[in-house]
């Protein structure tokens, strides 16, 4: 159970529908215009060649198809973090979008400044981001300072959930999953209405979308195979090792 007082004790359902539906439609377009712009060599430059010829791999399509779903996995995370958890938190919320680098949400409400930063998954920081966000957190406040206003900065995780840790104590609040939606809303239940917000709606670009990643594959099997199969079908090992890790 929350032990601090809601954000917000009223959000229009009808607003949060209209906002999903906005952040599903950002997204599949992102995402597709993320496999539009993608080639090979800039997947192959960041990949471990020996790794494949270790497990034996020696089908072009067999490569492809590992890179690039694993592209779009890792990029699939950032570009939905961006697109959708941010604008339902402003909507249900009440706050606007800030101005401060680093900070997502201002939310001013009762002689209160609040600063959030809407992040996917808890586990998105590292030690130098942590402290960047810190440093955001700190710019926004000095002007809460200048409006002769209290001040709470927050981080808020998307999903997932977030132990507090012992130690040192952090000047900001960390909320994750059903908390930091039911610390935006008052509704305990929010969390798992986004569900049910979201209805079929995904269904309707999953075939726009997978035309798109099968263009995408396509494309990048004949690039690699002009660049890195010899005459006869093979894997030229030779030359992806050159490209990937030579002069």
């Known amino acids: ?22 952040a599903l439609t950002d997204f599949y377009t992102a995402l597709t215009r993320t496999l539009d712009n993608t080639d090979v060599d ?21 490569i492809v ?33 800030a101005v401060t ?41 000095k002007r809460a300072q200048q409006a002769k206003k209290a001040y709470l900065p927050v ?4 999903y997932g959930k977030k132990k507090t840790k012992s130690g040192k104590e952090k000047f900001y609040l960390e909320l994750a999953g059903k908390d930091f ?24 670009y999953v075939k726009e979308f997978e035309d798109a990643y099968s263009k995408a594959e396509n494309r990048m099997i004949r690039e690699f195979t002009i660049k890195y199969c010899k005459e006869d079908g093979s894997i030229d090992w030779d030359a992806l090792i050159r490209f990937n890790s030579g002069e």
Do not use: H
Request: hydrophobic share 35%; net charge negative; glycine share 8%.
């Open 155 to 158: 981080v808020g995780y998307g």
């Open 181 to 204: 939606w039911e610390w935006l809303t008052g509704d305990a239940d929010f969390y798992t209405k986004i569900i049910e917000f979201m209805g079929t709606r995904p269904d309707e």
């Open 1 to 22: 159970m929350l032990n601090i007082e809601p954000l917000n004790n009223s959000y229009d359902e009808k607003a949060v529908f209209e906002a999903i539906g906005t």
């Open 65 to 97: 198809d590992g890179i690039l779903a694993a592209y779009i996995s890792s990029s699939e995370e950032t570009v939905f973090g961006n697109c959708f958890f941010e604008p339902i938190a402003i909507v249900v919320s009440g706050g606007q979008k």
């Open 101 to 141: 680098e680093g900070v997502d949400i201002t939310v001013d409400k009762d002689n209160t400044i609040y600063s959030i930063a809407v992040k996917s998954g808890t586990s998105v920081f590292n030690a130098d981001s942590r402290k960047r966000q810190e440093q955001n957190f700190q710019s926004a406040q």
């Open 42 to 62: 800039k997947i192959l430059k960041r990949k471990n060649p020996y790794l494949y010829r270790a497990k034996g791999i020696n089908s072009a399509g067999q």
